[in-house]
RNA sequence: GGUUCCGUAGCUCAGUUGGAUAGAGCAACUGCCUUCUAAGCAGUAGGUCACGCGUUCGAACCGCGUCGGAAUCACCA
């Protein structure tokens, strides 16, 4: 049962008979942990219909509801505040309906399709932190969507083509000396990461050298021989040039190795993965369309653009003069394309804040070309990663690498584990693979714990911190009830068919913590936020670590006080690790 | 300059739709390992919620203004 609908029939039905009202939006929330009692009513809004103090209002309606219904056993009230207390048979109740519950917190089906678009990589440089914060919000949020009974679909769309893969491209063919990520051991993406930083110094030599001869900055860049050699590839692979298209598929192919393995390591994965390269020309048949809709006008060079300045924005270009079409002309044909194919109900796209202006426009077009379907696209729009140092910057070097970084958060896990002799009985394998958990943990609860619309700052030192509010004081506390219960099976206790009978306050505490668990998912997927189910967990975890290290749980000697607490401990382990499961943080059995 | 976003403890961040005495962690300080995992627990200290005005029973949250920071306003993607 939902215990807030309960809570607000309880209510309604009390004023109702006591105030003849109906339909009156009601104020109840959780009660604050320094007051008695399970939820409050905010009287207040209610004075009007009783004509009287705040106080005498509430001791009415709590008088009422605590004579008429058996499961509100008490309330108090604090100037305007009502607050009502539940039974603890009905807290049982509740707990039995989790035990007994396999999809706890997985919602009823919505019937509604959301495709969920993140990564987005450029084929030319390996993925780094800007990237992990991406691909980790857009798991994440897949992972909450799909709680909430939507069907989702995790989509990737590769920018695999343009300027960016064929300065790579040239550098190889000039001065890669047909280096392959076999012969110099490379990764596939970092192989052909180095080659686009080897243009850029290349390129960079040339600028100086034509401003020496008297050029300003900007022709220069316009001159360089490499960069016109560059477009013209670029011009070749338009035309489907053998040779050109063959250069570019080993590459891409090498990159796409590359990616895998990041994307493996982070956890994430697609269900459908769509290339630039062959979405590109989409969206031309749309100009068209806002041409004879007179949406959209042409230009004497024959330009087509969009006239937003009424809306408050500025005039934007849909299609050059010459016929090609921009980033703005394809997203517009990839979203009317997959809002078509795949019958969509919502389409989030997880893309930084630097493109904020892009999605209103991007928006605002659809609309004024009469698709309604326009106001179910969600820009996912988060923040820059900074570092201590201030912003990354790939030219200057000090952006963090999404490999090294991986690497690095294991190993220090497992540096850790050892000091503390955790993996000392453990097989290589099991070391591996529970530093693998851990350092992941840690940088992903890191990571998704802050609001991604906020600009976060990553300092190495404190991601890798596993005390606290980390992922890793998390997975710990899970840790520790999976030992209990081994524990409990080894010694046989038996603690299945536990009855549930009077609580003790800190175990009240528990099962009303579990059950919040559906109300946060909802309250996730509805702020399209991680960072709650984050907050969630950890006060869930902090909650039971705190009673556990005051109580006994193997050495209680009464039965049936003993058999609860260890249901108790299974179920909070079970929720621990689903609401971590939607983090895409992976939870250990020991550690 | 226009638009959007941000400003909460020394630091990093929480704070569901306006609600009660604004919360964690880190760093600092005090205690606690002979017991199911001390990656832990219990506690102390730390605040003009950038600032001002307004809306109302009530504002960190809503509105207007000011200050500070970020992004963006391309025939780049």
């Avoid at 049962?1 to 003849?20: H, K």
Wanted: aromatic letters at 10%; proline letters at 3%; glycine letters at 8%.
């Amino acid at each position: 049962m939902n215990i807030e609908n309960f809570i607000s029939e309880v209510v309604c039905r009390s004023i109702e008979v006591l105030y003849g009202a109906t339909n009156v939006p009601l104020q109840i929330q959780k009660t604050r942990k320094e007051f008695d009692g399970d939820y409050t009513l905010v009287v207040f809004p209610l004075l009007k219909l009783s004509r009287k103090s705040p106080e005498a209002t509430a001791q009415e309606i709590g008088e009422y509801i605590t004579a008429n219904t058996p499961q509100v056993k008490a309330f108090n009230v604090i100037k305007g505040f009502l607050n009502l207390s539940l039974d603890s048979v009905f807290w049982g109740e509740r707990f039995g309906e989790i035990v007994a519950n396999e999809n706890f917190g997985q919602a009823a089906s919505t019937g509604r399709t959301v495709m969920i678009e993140y990564s987005s990589p450029n084929t030319n440089k390996p993925l780094h932190l800007g990237h992990v914060r991406n691909n980790l919000l857009g798991y994440s949020v897949a992972q909450i969507l799909k709680a909430n009974g939507n069907h989702v679909i995790k989509a990737n769309l590769v920018n695999d083509r343009g300027i960016h893969i064929c300065k790579s491209m040239l550098a190889w063919k000039l001065y890669g000396a047909g280096e392959t990520p076999e012969s110099s051991g490379l990764k596939g993406d970092h192989l052909v990461g180095k080659y686009y930083v080897e243009f850029d110094k290349h390129y960079k030599v040339q600028i100086k050298e034509l401003m020496a001869q008297g050029q300003s900055e900007d022709e220069a860049k316009k001159n360089a021989p490499i960069i016109l050699e560059a477009q013209a590839m670029l011009r070749k692979w338009e035309a489907k040039d053998p040779e050109i298209y063959a250069l570019w598929q080993m590459m891409n192919g090498w990159v796409y190795a590359g990616f895998d393995v990041t994307y493996k390591a982070l956890g994430v994965d697609f269900d459908k993965i769509y290339y630039e390269s062959q979405t590109y020309l989409l969206g031309k048949s749309l100009v068209e369309i806002g041409l004879q809709k007179g949406v959209f006008y042409r230009r004497d060079d024959q330009s087509v653009w969009i006239d937003l300045t009424a809306d408050g924005l500025d005039e934007k270009l849909l299609l050059r003069g010459d016929g090609t079409s921009v980033y703005m002309t394809q997203d517009l044909g990839t979203a009317f394309r997959r809002f078509e194919d795949n019958r969509l109900d919502d389409m989030i796209y997880v893309v930084g804040n630097e493109q904020n202006y892009h999605f209103q426009v991007l928006k605002l077009i659809l609309k004024k070309l009469g698709y309604n379907w326009s106001d179910h696209i969600t820009h996912l729009s988060y923040g820059m990663v900074e570092l201590p140092e201030g912003k990354m910057k790939s030219r200057e070097g000090t952006v963090v690498d999404a490999d090294d970084l991986i690497a690095d958060m294991i190993s220090t896990a497992r540096e850790m584990s050892e000091e503390l002799g955790k993996l000392d009985d453990c097989t290589e394998e099991q070391a591996h693979a529970v530093s693998a958990m851990v350092g992941m943990g840690a940088l992903k609860y890191f990571i998704l714990k802050v609001d991604p619309k906020k600009t976060m700052l990553f300092d190495p030192r404190e991601s890798i911190d596993f005390n606290g509010n980390t992922g890793p004081f998390i997975q710990y506390t899970h840790a520790r009830i999976c030992s209990i219960l081994r524990k409990a099976q080894e010694t046989g206790i038996d603690f299945s068919g536990a009855v549930v009978a009077d609580y003790l306050p800190e175990e009240i505490e528990l099962i009303k913590s579990l059950c919040d668990y559906p109300s946060v998912v909802a309250a996730a997927a509805e702020s399209f936020s991680p960072s709650l189910v984050g907050a969630y967990t950890y006060e869930l975890a902090k909650l039971f670590n705190g009673y556990y290290h005051d109580h006994s749980i193997l050495r209680e000697e009464d039965v049936a006080v003993r058999q609860m607490r260890l249901q108790l401990a299974q179920q909070v382990a079970r929720i621990i690790c689903s609401s971590m499961l939607l983090l895409g943080i992976e939870v250990p059995e020991r550690m």
